[in-house]
């Protein structure tokens, strides 16, 4: 293996989650990477050059490479995306919203620079996951992430029941989320199942003009105060405490 010194650096660079002013929610550092790199792996090429004209309306987009990675992309394919590195060329891998490698397929690509030696440089931005935990008042010592919790109705509340369970049992803090269009659906679900003093955080549309987070014990919500369909959420419970 050459030395890790000759690769380019591969740069995780977090994306915006809706129409807000990049430089409200992102580091300058994000348009110095932007303004260096010319090869990118991304989810959706469209999206992904959206993104990076309008943090950097000054690149020039034809000299773009662009490599897709997505669900329909082929493990064999990985090991072509961090070819630029290897010769030396600045790279950058950016989320279709968020922070890169976080609820995101980037990780088997950090995962991949790390084994060639190329060196992964993170870079500060949004990330829904962590941004609602820190607002939530919950424990951020001891947390977990489960991702998108089962389609049907027995599996998934079996599933909820057991996350309440972990997390009186834990002292941990219980973060998932869902499909935006099945959101309301879930919260009623949550209010349903849940222990009346387990406490849940609604962190709906992170960083954006509409933001809404608030945590409440179940028995103090109300199915009709606030409506999710299509706004991206973050759920979190932590059971065992009075609120």
């Known amino acids: 293996m050459e030395n890790s010194e000759d690769f380019g650096k591969l740069y995780l660079i977090p994306s915006l989650m809706g129409d807000v002013e990049p430089l409200e929610v992102l580091p300058l550092a994000a348009k110095k990477v932007l303004d260096m790199a010319d090869h990118y792996i991304v989810e959706n090429e469209k999206s992904a050059r959206a993104f990076i004209k309008r943090v950097f309306p000054g690149k020039h987009q034809p000299d773009l490479e662009l490599f897709i990675l997505n669900k329909y992309t082929e493990p064999s394919d990985y090991q072509t995306f961090l070819e630029p590195a290897l010769r030396g060329e600045t790279m950058g891998l950016i989320s279709e919203a968020g922070a890169p490698g976080i609820a995101d397929p980037g990780a088997e ?9 190329i060196r992964v440089v993170p870079l500060a931005g949004p990330s829904s996951i962590f941004m609602g935990l820190m607002a ?18 027995g599996p998934r509340n079996k599933r909820i029941k057991w996350l ?31 222990k009346p003093t387990t406490r849940l955080c609604l962190a709906s549309e992170i960083s954006l003009k509409n933001e809404f987070i608030k945590t409440k014990a179940i028995a103090e919500w109300d199915k009709n105060e606030v409506s999710l369909e299509k706004k991206p959420t973050i759920f979190i419970l932590e059971a065992g405490t009075e609120f």
């Open 109 to 117: 690509i950090v995962t991949l620079a790390h084994q060639k030696g």
């Open 136 to 153: 939530s008042g919950m424990n951020g010592q001891n947390f977990a992430f489960s991702g998108y919790l089962p389609i049907e109705k």
């Open 164 to 194: 309440e369970q972990q997390s009186e049992k834990l002292g941990q803090s219980q973060i998932f989320m869902e499909t935006p269009y099945r959101n309301q659906k879930l919260f009623e679900e949550l209010l349903k199942t849940c």
